[in-house]
């Protein structure tokens, strides 16, 4: 098991950037899967990134060139870099783990997977 717990939230301008950290507590964090998911009121939870327990990576066309993502597996944190922040990106954000092994687009896909989320962060693009 692991618990999760977001970071790194608030409010920025149009264009700027924020980093966001999950933290993660709890046993075998490396062998996680872990995602970045946002939502805004009354729309599906989007995945937006995720890297895989082998460090590979997989983007949602919107955030493609804008996200990074990445992760410490000695700090047992996952990260998600943003530039570029744009109004479209206003969200809470979530850090997800999951177990399963899926493709890279299911993983995006797939919220219903993971097992483990973070409370959830607030992004605001102004």
């Known amino acids: 098991h692991v618990q999760l717990v977001e970071s790194g939230g608030g409010s920025v301008q149009t264009g700027g950037s924020l980093r966001l950290s999950c933290a993660a507590s709890?046993?075998?964090?490396?062998?996680?899967?872990m995602a970045w998911f946002r939502q805004v009121p009354g729309k599906d939870r989007e995945g937006i990134a995720v890297?895989?327990?082998?460090?590979?990576?997989n983007y949602a066309d919107p955030v493609t060139g804008r996200f990074t993502v990445s992760k410490d597996l000695a700090k047992k944190t996952l990260y998600l870099q943003m530039n570029s922040l744009t109004l479209e990106d206003t969200a809470v954000y979530y850090c997800?783990?999951?177990?399963?092994?899926?493709?890279?687009?299911?993983?995006?896909?797939?919220?219903?997977?993971?097992?483990?989320w973070g409370q959830g962060t607030q992004v605001t693009v102004s």
């Open positions: 997800a783990a999951t177990l399963r092994p899926m493709t890279h687009d299911d993983y995006l896909r797939a919220d219903w997977e993971y097992n483990y």
């Open positions: 709890g046993e075998g964090f490396g062998r996680y899967c």
């Open positions: 890297i895989d327990k082998d460090g590979r990576t």
